[in-house]
């Protein structure tokens, strides 16, 4: 029979190795465990309000079931659901319109600028969303994209314009905005979309003689693209015209004005 001894001494130490291993283990564990939850009770809630206050809109989802925009912008306040529900243009919820209107002021991209002003004028179709996007503010946030640098938003926000003018209401407060208008018709390269989508505004701002005044000191204008525009961009100033000759007041304005002969 061999000697027992060194083979309990080995075993004694493995299960010295075993033991001193455990305890690690355990000391490691428990390191881990306070680490966790003074990470989880330490959590900045500034980056945590900030991850959720931005959404990514999903394929299919309104934006991009309207108008194909897919952008991250931070959720209104309001916003109960974290996802946006599937609608059509005549039937938007209100946080719905306020969260475009909130994309809108802080998109960096001109691409996505035109999308949701697209978005917005294809809602403002509807007498119901039209006021809505008056009660937030929605106008003056829309016509302050008439100056943007891209032509293509400036052509888009003034679609969304021509919309909204559809309501009486609406006018009071788009009005102010038609000496920019004017201008960017006078600026504007000749037969442009900015002209044409000028034009359709003024003329559902000039159906009533409420607002015809304003286009008064335009009329030489208005006459001269008759004089040098295409037949589209005629057929959109004869309707300004027309609708301003039925105001009484105007009819001196219109006869007297006098039009630069064309190429002079």
């Known amino acids: 029979m061999g000697d027992i001894t060194p083979r309990f001494g080995n075993m004694k130490a493995l299960l010295g190795l075993v033991a001193g291993a455990g305890a690690s283990y355990g000391i490691y564990k428990l390191i881990s465990f306070k680490r966790n939850k003074k990470n989880a009770t330490g959590e900045n809630p500034g980056v945590k309000g900030s991850q959720q206050s931005e959404v990514k809109i999903q394929p299919g989802s309104l934006l991009a079931r309207v108008s194909g925009l897919d952008v991250i912008c931070p959720r209104p306040a309001d916003t109960a659901s974290g996802d946006i529900i599937h609608q059509s243009p005549d039937n938007l919820e209100p946080q719905h319109l306020k969260m475009l209107l909130s994309c809108l002021q802080t998109s960096n991209n001109p691409s996505d600028r035109c999308r949701i002003l697209l978005t917005l004028g294809n809602s403002a179709a509807f007498t119901v969303n039209q006021n809505l996007i008056r009660e937030f503010e929605g106008i003056h946030i829309i016509a302050g994209f008439l100056s943007d640098p891209a032509p293509e938003v400036r052509v888009q926000t003034l679609n969304a314009l021509n ?102």
Request: charged content about 15%; proline content about 4%; hydrophobic content about 45%.
């Open 163 to 264: 919309n909204l003018c559809m309501n009486i209401q609406n006018q009071e407060q788009i009005k102010v905005y038609v000496p920019q208008v004017l201008e960017l018709i006078e600026m504007s390269p000749v037969n442009s979309d900015l002209q044409l989508g000028a034009l359709r505004l003024l003329t559902n701002l000039s159906v009533t003689d409420k607002h015809q005044h304003l286009l008064k000191e335009s009329v030489t204008l208005l006459l001269s693209l008759l004089v040098v525009s295409n037949e589209a961009l005629q057929v959109q100033t004869l309707k300004v015209l027309v609708n301003l000759s039925s105001n009484p007041d105007m009819m001196d304005d219109i006869v007297q004005a006098q039009v630069r002969p064309k190429g002079n």
